[in-house]
């Protein structure tokens, strides 16, 4: 896979309506996992703290993501990916 910038990328932060952090997240609370913290991350369905640290790892040494697939490329959250695609962003 290779990683390209898209020009002029908009930086911007998703909220969500009724707070994220209130419960687990469902495919119309898609998580932006360029700005998601550990906490927000752990709501995906069988993420723990160790695949969270994974994905933050991750975007702190390579910078933003540039597709939600670029999650499989860390291991520990491989394993899970098909179960968290859907409800997760790279906006």
């Given at each position: 896979?290779?990683?390209?910038?898209?020009?002029a990328?908009?930086?911007?932060?998703?909220?969500?309506a009724?707070?994220?952090?209130?419960?687990?997240?469902?495919?119309?609370?898609?998580?932006?996992?360029n700005?998601?913290?550990?906490?927000?991350?752990?709501?995906?369905?069988?993420?723990?703290?160790?695949?969270?640290?994974?994905?933050?790892?991750?975007r702190?040494?390579?910078?933003?993501?540039?597709?939600?697939?670029?999650?499989?490329?860390?291991?520990?959250?491989?394993?899970?990916?098909?179960?968290?695609?859907?409800?997760?962003?790279v906006?």
């Amino acid at each position: 896979m290779t990683r390209t910038r898209t020009s002029a990328r908009a930086a911007a932060m998703v909220v969500f309506a009724g707070g994220l952090l209130a419960g687990p997240l469902h495919a119309a609370d898609k998580l932006n996992i360029n700005t998601a913290t550990e906490q927000d991350l752990m709501k995906l369905p069988e993420m723990s703290e160790a695949r969270a640290k994974g994905i933050i790892g991750y975007r702190k040494s390579t910078g933003e993501f540039i597709q939600i697939d670029e999650l499989e490329l860390i291991p520990q959250v491989k394993p899970i990916y098909p179960k968290i695609k859907d409800l997760v962003t790279v906006e």
